[in-house]
């Protein structure tokens, strides 16, 4: 209302200092280069006109979130439009003269690739500094046309909290220039993560114990692999694993507390009452896991699921 009554307070003077004589036109520049994250009217057109100070002017965006050395295209209706709304009635007294577009050039700043990069690393680094004993990361390519602005600025980077162990993994970067969001911007790194494994000593058998005479302790690069394996207590080789391989969760299974053809003791219940037979079992199972048995005195074979080393519960 207060920017609509100066206007209007204006006017006259405008009027005045056009009477016996035709309107005069305001020259726009076609290239218009700003420092700010804004571009105004005030930016815009040039010369010496009695309306050159009004505040409308100046308070008036044309184009906002500009990012340094980056082209904005202002179409001439877009610009015309805002020149109208600013000095309302006086916008009829000094014509705007323009091209059919102005182009808007944020100046300034500095090379973003080395802050960027830096604090890309520090980030991916703190989050892998739990599951690798030594980590190195060598990024992909650099942000060489990425500029910052001089002041103002804030940088954060988004890494997932539990980030996927992987041979490429990525950083976002986002720049904050006060409270607004300037960029964002992904690093890749490639990623090599060592830290304490097991690793076959030897060729190893599928179905073969695991246990220090085939396994030993050693530092290796993971980023590659799967879920390394932790233990071996009560594992034996799900598969054939080749000698100086790091062992993964997926190469092992529980040992068998039930073998084939092994007598196991078998564990009838009924409410209170417990009863232990002796029995063969017909496959190989771990604990928890549903095998087949059957009576030393021969019969049909029975499902039972494995207790302990040796022992089944019928079901």
């Not at 100070?53 to 008036?60: E, G, H, N, Q």
């Not at 179905?207 to 932790?230: F, H, I, K």
Request: proline share 6%.
């Amino acid at each position: 209302m207060s920017r609509l009554i100066a206007s209007l307070l204006a006017l006259p003077l405008l009027a005045g200092a056009g009477q016996g004589r035709a309107a005069e036109s305001v020259q726009a520049k076609a290239d218009v280069v700003v420092d700010a994250r804004e571009a105004r009217l005030s930016d815009i057109v040039v010369g010496r006109w009695p309306g050159a100070s009004d505040p409308a002017l100046a308070s008036r965006v044309v184009a906002s979130g500009l990012r340094i050395g980056e082209p904005r295209e202002l179409s001439r209706r877009q610009v015309l439009m805002a020149w109208q709304s600013a000095l309302g009635a006086a916008a009829g007294q000094w014509p705007l003269d323009m091209p059919e577009r102005i182009t808007v050039t944020r100046s300034g700043g500095a090379p973003a690739a080395g802050r960027i990069e830096q604090a890309a690393r520090q980030a991916l680094e703190q989050r892998l500094s739990g599951a690798c004993r030594r980590a190195e990361l060598r990024p992909r390519a650099e942000q060489a046309d990425a500029m910052l602005p001089g002041q103002g600025l804030r940088l954060a980077a988004r890494v997932p909290p539990s980030p996927q162990l992987a041979r490429r993994m990525v950083v976002w970067l986002d720049a904050f220039e006060g409270e607004a969001l300037y960029r964002s911007w992904p690093v890749w790194f490639d990623v090599a993560c060592y830290r304490p494994v097991l690793r076959a000593r030897r060729e190893i058998a599928k179905g073969e114990s695991l246990s220090p005479d085939n396994v030993e302790e050693a530092v290796a690069d993971v980023a590659a692999t799967g879920r390394a394996l932790q233990s071996l207590q009560g594992l034996m080789a799900g598969r054939a694993l080749p000698a100086g391989g790091v062992l993964q969760e997926s190469d092992a299974l529980p040992l068998p507390l039930v073998r084939k053809g092994a007598h196991v003791a078998a564990r009838v219940r009924s409410g209170a009452v417990e009863l232990e037979l002796s029995a063969i079992a017909v496959s190989d199972g771990a604990a928890g896991e549903v095998v087949y048995a059957k009576s030393e005195k021969g019969g049909a074979a029975f499902k039972a699921r494995v207790a302990a080393d040796g022992a089944v519960d019928v079901m």
